[in-house]
């Protein structure tokens, strides 16, 4: 193969965004295009091929097609509720408000959305909620969205550079000017110049052993590199496991079993035919929260009520044939293709699976902008709405709100700038680390990342403790001394070992920022369920923050925001909805 690993090329733009498929970058691309900015996009993975496309079930908006007396206040309520009171209210009374308009514009977009009768959007339960507010196109609303996104970016010729792996952010005096970047195929390195840069890069669930991410994505990386830059994470021990992840066989374990089969009727069983959800949430059932199926499902297992490969029963064949095809036609396919099973005949075999990032970067709620000048961040890899327990539909609804606000703050910025910084020796800082990481070794990533991967799941699952927790910290620590000694070289099939490297190093600074958060939460709320401390602390209502210190991270605790006066009826009304945060035992 050529060797243009050496050969540096400039990209200059007035807005950079880092995350080619996400959702959230997509939408902010736009929002700053139309907010006239010059955009580009750069991405690892092909644009019609990200993580967005595993977001089944759908997207949340308070539109009352289907329950007229549903509203965006109810939509904040019930956000903030079962988010266990972590979440910012600002942000979380944003995302309701603009949901609808979200939804209305990816319709408009294209977006194949299922209707009603009459024409209206469509909506369907989703657990948790009060009312059907999750609008959906069967179970590929991921997908659906995703492709209408792409096609109305590349209508308005914005340009995406794929293949492109970020190393590191480029800062100068806490301003972020850009990013630098290599292509895994070629080697090829890019500087990419920018007055404004939008972090839109998902979360860090990969970093479980099972897990519904992809392999190579959603490793933490867009977290590591705001660390590294200078912002801070928050409340990273937050990470919810859903409680229907595929347990068999081995290359389908923890892909995910979309929450729109409960929604459209599916129920629980154990091992002994039980329908379990009635000692847990009797009146919600398997419409519950995320976080309590997934521990009601952990403890069904633990207690050796499990099913014949270590999972629980999910039964939709109650159902008829053509309704499962018409409502869930992707995982009608899907587990007919992994396990041989009609879904419609028998039920499918499912446990917990490490989901989604609760947690992440600090941003300002308005614009997300995070406290490095210059520099944005939208969707799964920021903190602030979600808390402790995240609702259903609320991940898509999210990155098109925040994408949107991130995208026009970011073009607003690159207006009021005079000229356009570039500090050739922190370009050349950055260059210099890249090359230092291409070297002959005893070590392989590879194998490293599946031990991290294993200490995650080992000690900071579902259940956690003290004990186990200050275990992961030890054997991070071993990785971490391995990892200096990765053998890295190009071959034939280009640069990947060297993004497996850098991987590594991101992720072992994310998985320690959750563990050390994980240990200061003393306390069971929420998806983080403590056996040493089962009950929830009235006093530990705050957000665990993250940041690098002098010799390494340091934790600290910060308040949660209050709910503005004119939502405080709203955020008592339902006190008896929400769950008690109290560990099953």
Not at 126 to 135: D, I, Q, W
Not at 161 to 190: M, N, P, W
Request: charge should be negative.
């Amino acid at each position: 193969m050529t060797d243009n690993s050496r050969l540096t090329r400039t990209s200059v733009s007035n807005v950079l965004v880092i995350g080619s498929g996400a959702a959230a970058g997509l939408r902010a691309s736009i929002a700053a295009h139309e907010a006239g900015s010059e955009v580009v996009v750069v991405g690892t993975r092909p644009r019609k091929d990200a993580h967005t496309v595993l977001a089944a079930g759908g997207i949340n908006a308070a539109l009352g097609t289907r329950d007229p007396e549903d509203s965006w206040q109810q939509h904040f309520a019930d956000t903030l509720k079962e988010g266990y009171n972590l979440s910012d209210p600002r942000v979380v009374e944003i995302m309701a408000r603009e949901a609808p308009r979200a939804v209305e514009e990816l319709a408009g977009w294209g977006a194949p959305f299922a209707r009603t009768p009459s024409g209206d959007l469509d909506q369907r339960f989703f657990g948790a909620h009060k009312y059907r507010r999750t609008c959906y196109a069967g179970d590929y609303t991921g997908r659906a969205m995703l492709f209408a996104l792409v096609d109305k970016v590349e209508s308005l010729g914005i340009p995406i550079h794929e293949g492109q792996y970020v190393s590191k952010l480029l800062v100068h005096d806490g301003r972020c000017f850009g990013a630098y970047a290599f292509d895994i195929h070629s080697g090829e390195r890019t500087v990419y110049l920018a007055d404004a840069v939008v972090l839109a890069t998902g979360g860090h669930t990969r970093l479980w052993r099972v897990s519904s991410s992809r392999r190579d994505e959603n490793t933490g990386s867009g977290m590591h590199l705001a660390l590294e830059a200078g912002c801070r994470l928050s409340d990273m021990e937050l990470v919810q496991f859903h409680p229907t992840g595929m347990v068999y066989p081995e290359e389908w374990v923890g892909t995910l079993a979309t929450e729109a089969i409960r929604g459209e009727g599916g129920r629980l069983y154990n091992g002994s035919g039980e329908r379990y959800m009635e000692r847990y949430d009797p009146e919600r059932m398997e419409l519950s929260t995320r976080d309590r199926i997934a521990l009601a499902n952990y403890t069904e297992i633990a207690e050796g009520r499990g099913s014949e490969h270590g999972g629980v029963y999910l039964d939709i064949s109650h159902r008829p044939k053509k309704y499962i095809l018409e409502k869930l036609p992707r995982m009608y396919r899907q587990f007919l293709e992994a396990t041989m099973l009609d879904i419609s005949k028998g039920p499918m075999e499912v446990a917990p699976t490490a989901h989604y990032t609760m947690g992440g970067i600090v941003v300002e709620p308005e614009t997300h902008a995070t406290g490095v000048e210059g520099l944005y961040a939208a969707g799964e890899t920021t903190s602030g709405l979600h808390g402790a327990n995240r609702l259903g539909g609320n991940s898509l609804s999210e990155t098109m709100v925040f994408g949107r606000r991130a995208g026009e703050a970011a073009a607003r910025f690159s207006g009021e700038v005079d000229a356009q910084l570039r500090d050739r020796a922190a370009i050349r800082e950055v260059a210099e680390e890249v090359d230092s990481y291409i070297k002959e070794g005893e070590e392989f990533a590879r194998p490293l990342q599946r031990a991290l991967r294993n200490t995650m799941q080992e000690t900071c699952g579902v259940v956690r403790s003290e004990e186990g927790l200050n275990e992961g910290l030890r054997r991070l620590a071993q990785i971490r001394e391995a990892s200096d000694d990765v053998d890295v070289r190009p071959t034939s099939e280009g640069f990947n070992d060297l993004a497996y490297a850098l991987d590594l190093r991101g992720s072992l600074v994310v998985a320690e920022a959750t563990i050390l958060g994980a240990i200061e939460r003393r306390e069971t709320r929420g998806a983080h369920n403590r056996s040493d401390y089962p009950e929830l602390d009235p006093d530990m209502k705050v957000n665990f923050v993250v940041e690098k210190g002098g010799d390494g991270l340091v934790v600290t605790e910060e308040p949660v925001h209050t709910v503005p006066e004119y939502l405080e009826e709203w955020a008592k009304a339902d006190e008896e909805y929400g769950v008690t945060g109290r560990l099953v035992e």
